[in-house]
């Protein structure tokens, strides 16, 4: 009875660590992150781009930059649109959104 008891024990000790080990490794939930690549993006010629934002870009803050190329990107919130500005050898890019609002400047 005693040699029953002790392997039982033995058993029981030897799967309590694999049991707690493969608890420890199952995800408790799934998390996807989507980037800005992820979404829908589509270049848009200069001429086509919404009137407030060809308004916005003529504005006193651009003065000088010439807009290089325009994409329309679809975000959870609508879409927005990405314009890359040149000025001699420097580039940037600035975001608006339909409206013509500017939302944030970006690397170049």
Not at 10 to 38: K, R, W, Y
Request: without cysteine; charged residues 35%; glycine residues 4%.
């Amino acid at each position: 009875m005693k040699k029953l008891a002790t392997a039982f024990l033995a058993a029981a000790f030897m799967a309590a660590p694999a049991i707690s080990f493969a608890a420890q490794d199952a995800p408790s939930e799934t998390v996807i992150i989507l980037n800005e690549q992820d979404k829908e993006k589509k270049e848009v010629d200069l001429n086509k781009l919404p009137n407030e934002v060809s308004a916005a870009l003529k504005g006193p803050e651009y003065a000088g930059w010439l807009p290089e190329k325009a994409w329309k990107m679809k975000t959870d919130d609508g879409w927005v649109y990405k314009v890359k500005l040149k000025k001699g050898e420097e580039t940037r890019k600035v975001k608006f959104t339909k409206d013509g609002k500017p939302m944030k400047e970006m690397d170049s």
